[in-house]
DNA sequence: TTGTAAGCGTTATCAT
DNA sequence: ATGATAACGCTTACAA
C-alpha cells in the first residue's frame, strides 16, 4: 500500500500522511494518533526507500565489518558486533555488511551504499587500514560515523582499544611472577601488541610466526618445544591462537600453566569456556560495540566530531597462567 | 554525481546511461563500455534507493538471523552466516540484519524492510517459528526467499537439518559403546534433538534442565553429580551446553570420556577446540549457509518454488567420547 | 540504437 | 493545520 492509497483512504492529503510518520512537523496530535492507528490497521508503513531518495537519511544504521580470515573466522568482531547491535535503540534500522578485505570489489560496493542515501549512520570496524577509505567516504557524504579499532589508528570519531597496553601488562606479569624466557606468537595485525609485549617483559623475547586460526596455534606450540624447550612463558596475539596453542601444550602433556604460562588477547567467549581457561587481554569487544553505539548517537544530535574514547583493556588471569 | 550530470558529462541521454548499467537492454556493446569506463574514471555509480523505487528490486540480499540468547551469544548462527557471507557472489550486495525474538518491534521492521523493497532475495534463518512471519512477507511481496531451519518446519524453499537424526546417531553410538545411563541437558529448541536421543539411546533417559549458555552446562553437570551419580553418557542440546557441562567435570575431577562420555550438537568451530575436544552432532552450519545461497540463486533464475534440501548431519566423534 | 517522458513513494516548499 | 505540487535519481514503455 503506498502513501496515496492510504491518503485516499483515510481522507486526508499524502501531505498529512508524510507528516503524520515524520518526526515533528506541523500537524495537530489528533490526526497524527488517528493515522497512526488507522495505518497500524490496515498495513500501511512508509517506504523507506522513498524515503531514501526523497532526502530524508534517518533510514539505517550500518556496521561495516572485515571478515579477516580465510578459512576460520575470528568471533573478535562477531563480539563487536553483538554489543553494536543489542545496543542499538529498537526503532533504529539496523544492518551489518561484512566486507571481505580480501576482495577489493568489496569495499567498493560498501562505499557505493554510502554514497546512495541507503546509510544514515554507519560504525566501520577495521584493524589494519581499509577502515580509513569507508570514513572518508562517510565524511564526503555528511554522514556521520564512529570508527573502532586499535588506538594508533584514529583520533577523533573512534572508539579504540589499546592492545598495545594490554600486552604491555601481559609482558609485565610475566616479568612478576618469576618468568625467564618469553615468546610471542604473532597474529596478522599485532604491531602494537608485540611493541607492548616486548615494553612489559623487558627482556629477550622471541617471534614465533603464528597467523590465522587455531591451527596455527598448535603449529606455534610445536616451534618452541623443539627450537626453544626453555620457553617458560607466551603471548599469543589473539585467543583462537591461545588455544590452539594450549591443545598443542595438551597433546605433548605439557602441564600448562606449571610449565609454560600462557596468555591471549581479545576475550572472545569462548576463550573463558576453555580447559584450562584461557587468561586473556581482554579488549572487551562487547562493551567496544555498545560504546560505539553511543557515540554515533551522540554524533546524529550534535552534527560534529566527537572526541575518541578509549575503552581500557584489562589483563584477566584465569587459568592458563597465574 | 546523478545519472542526469553524468549523461550530460558524457554527452548521451539518460535513458542510455540507465541501459548502460542495467541488465541486457537494447544498446550497443560499444556504447556500453564506453559509459561503463567513463563512469568508473568520474567517479558515478547508479544509486541502488533510486533503482530500487523505480521499480527494479535486484538490489540487496539480507540474511534475516534470530539473537537468540540474551547474555551469551551462541555462535551457531554467527557460522551459518560466514557461510552465507563466503557464498553471496562478489556483485551482490549482502548485508546480515538480526532480530531479536525477545523483541516485538524487532520482527515487525523485519517486515517494513521487506514490503519496502529495499531487499531483493531474503534468506531466512531461525529457530522456532518466528521465521514463518518473515517468509509470508516475502511470499506476499514476491520476493524470492529461502528458509534455513530444523527439519520437521519447512517444506519447500527450505535448507534443512535433521538434528533429530543427528540426535538419533548420538544415542546409538551410546549404546553401541556400552553405556547404561543416559542423561540430555536440554537447550532452547530441542524438542527433536530429545526426541531423536531417546530414539537412538533405547533405554532411559534422564532429562536435565540446561538453557541458555555455558554456565548452564556446569550447572547441569552438578544436578547430574548430585542427582544421578551414575550417569556415563550425556548429551548436550548445543555446543556452548556441552563445553560448561565438561568444564564442570573437569573442575569436579570426572575424567571425559573413561567416567562419562558427552556429546554436543551443532559442530561450532569452537567446538573442535576444546580440551578435549568435544564429540558433536554436527549440523554442518557453514555448509548450511552455502546451501542457503545457492537455493536463492536458483530461486532468482526460475521465479518459482523449489523443493527442500537436507544437508546431512554427521556424528563427530572426537575426544569427549569414544 | 537512442531519446522523450511518465511513473516509482516519499519529503519539502509553498500556498491556503 | 492541511493541501497542492515540485523535486529526489532512476527504469521503462513508447516514439523517433
Redesign the interface.
Known amino acids: 500500500m503506498t502513501i496515496k492509497e492510504f491518503a485516499e483512504l483515510a481522507g486526508v492529503s499524502i501531505a498529512t500522511v508524510s507528516r503524520a510518520f515524520g518526526g515533528a512537523g506541523r500537524i495537530s496530535e489528533r490526526t497524527r494518533k488517528r493515522l497512526r492507528e488507522e495505518a497500524e490497521k490496515v498495513g500501511y508503513?512508509p517506504?523507506?526507500?522513498?524515503r531514501?531518495?526523497a532526502g530524508r537519511r534517518d533510514t539505517t544504521v550500518?556496521l561495516f565489518y572485515p571478515?579477516l580470515y580465510l578459512h576460520?573466522?575470528d568471533?573478535f568482531f562477531?563480539?563487536i558486533a553483538?554489543g553494536v547491535?543489542?545496543a542499538m535503540p529498537?526503532?533504529q534500522?539496523?544492518?551489518?555488511?561484512?566486507y571481505?578485505i580480501q576482495?577489493e570489489?568489496?569495499v567498493i560496493?560498501c562505499c557505493?551504499?554510502i554514497?546512495?542515501?541507503?546509510v544514515s549512520g554507519a560504525i566501520i570496524a577495521a584493524e589494519g587500514g581499509r577502515a580509513a577509505d569507508l570514513a572518508n567516504e562517510a565524511e564526503r557524504n555528511r554522514i556521520p560515523y564512529v570508527i573502532v579499532g586499535e588506538l594508533t589508528e584514529f583520533t577523533a570519531n573512534s572508539v579504540l582499544y589499546d592492545a598495545e597496553q594490554g600486552a604491555f601488562l601481559a609482558g609485565r606479569h610475566f616479568r612478576n611472577t618469576g618468568r625467564k624466557r618469553a615468546a610471542f606468537v604473532t597474529g596478522l595485525h599485532d604491531a602494537g601488541k608485540r611493541a607492548g609485549f616486548r615494553r612489559g617483559f623487558g627482556g629477550e623475547v622471541v617471534e614465533i610466526e603464528g597467523g590465522a586460526g587455531?591451527s596455527y596455534g598448535i603449529r606455534a606450540f610445536e616451534i618452541i618445544r623443539r627450537q626453544f624447550p626453555d620457553t617458560d612463558c607466551v603471548m599469543c596475539a589473539n585467543d583462537?591462537l591461545a588455544?590452539?596453542f594450549?591443545?598443542g601444550a595438551?597433546a605433548a602433556g605439557v602441564p600448562v600453566p606449571d610449565r609454560i604460562s600462557v596468555i591471549g588477547c581479545d576475550d572472545i567467549?569462548?576463550s573463558?569456556?576453555?580447559?584450562?581457561?584461557i587468561s586473556t587481554v581482554s579488549l572487551h569487544p562487547y562493551r567496544v560495540g555498545e560504546a560505539a553505539v553511543s557515540m554515533l548517537e551522540r554524533r546524529f544530535r550534535c552534527r560534529t566530531d566527537v572526541p575518541s574514547e578509549i575503552v581500557p583493556c584489562d589483563l584477566l588471569i584465569r587459568e592458563s597462567s597465574f
Open positions: 508503513s517506504s523507506f526507500v522513498a531514501g531518495l550500518v571478515e576460520e573466522p568471533p562477531s563480539e553483538q547491535a543489542r529498537e526503532n534500522l539496523f544492518q551489518l555488511v561484512p571481505f576482495r570489489r568489496s560496493s557505493e551504499q554514497r546512495d542515501g541507503r587455531h583462537v588455544a590452539g594450549l591443545r595438551a567467549a569462548s573463558g569456556f576453555h580447559v584450562p581457561s
